[in-house]
């Protein structure tokens, strides 16, 4: 079995907020995240399949076709866009690097599990340098 | 649904790789410039990766301030800008990479809970690194 990774970026803006929580309770949890004007960061995106490479072609998939598919799927909706105003899936879950991750999993397995034998093993999400999320497709 | 929180610190330490069990010449033979008497030092890069589910309410596995004042707490305040090898946790052992690896781990494992803590990666230099798991 092989892992591949294919990294992307995208930019964009976000503010953490729980609705049901009052103003001081948001900013007490969720400290200056809680700006309601938001703020954004560069985000690195890391894509990992796993499958075994094709007799002919020696690929585990083709690195072209799967950077097109993170394009199409995530950041067409992600890049340079507000998380919470103009992604459906973050009108009320709050974009956290750990609910990015998981969103873009979502976004993107029915699109890798359909190509032969190749299957979503990893989504990693770096918010900056320094902090990261990953989701692994578990419960 | 279960995620994984990863976090990188920094911290700059020195040490010097030598065994009390081993003569001179073996400590040279096993480590080399790294046993040179007076110690050197490392910018270590510390990644701390920590699971759980993600809170409905914060959206969050854990709390970065939380986990960024515990490892404060439990390590960066312990041994940044210090000398490894003074720590009473390497009174007996040998502050390598691979000991210090295993002793962040130690120190946040029950510090981070609920949270778990999944593993810890210290990097020494841009070209090595070592991890632990807890096993």
Not at chain 1, 52 to 76: C, H, Y
Request: with cysteine; glycine share 6%.
């Amino acid at each position: 079995m092989i892992f591949l990774t294919r990294r992307a970026t995208f930019s964009a803006s976000h503010y953490y907020w729980n609705e049901a929580w009052t103003a001081e309770k948001n900013e007490e949890v969720f400290g200056r995240c809680a700006n309601r004007n938001g703020h954004g960061h560069n985000y690195t995106l890391e894509v990992t399949v796993a499958g075994e490479p094709d007799p002919v072609t020696g690929f585990v998939v083709d690195l072209k076709w799967l950077k097109d598919v993170i394009e199409r799927e995530v950041l067409a909706a992600y890049d340079h866009r507000h998380l919470n105003l103009e992604t459906p899936e973050f009108a009320e879950a709050i974009p956290t690097t750990e609910n990015i991750a998981i969103a873009a999993w979502k976004r993107l397995e029915p699109a890798v599990t359909g190509t032969g034998g190749v299957r979503l093993s990893r989504i990693r999400v770096y918010e900056t340098p320094e902090i990261f999320a990953e989701y692994r497709g578990e419960a | 649904m279960k995620a994984y929180f990863g976090r990188r610190y920094m911290l700059s330490a020195s040490h010097r790789l030598h065994a009390e069990a081993l003569s001179a010449e073996e400590n040279r033979a096993a480590y080399g410039k790294c046993n040179n008497p007076h110690g050197h030092g490392h910018n270590y890069v510390v990644e701390v990766l920590v699971a759980g589910p993600v809170d409905a309410a914060t959206g969050m596995v854990m709390n970065l301030a939380t986990l960024d004042e515990t490892a404060r707490r439990r390590v960066l305040d312990r041994f940044d800008h210090a000398n490894l090898n003074l720590d009473p946790l390497f009174a007996d052992r040998v502050a390598t990479t691979e000991n210090f690896c295993k002793s962040v781990f130690e120190l946040l494992d029950e510090a981070v809970r609920p949270a778990e803590l999944v593993q810890v990666r210290v990097e020494e230099t841009e070209n090595n690194y070592f991890e632990y798991c807890g096993k």
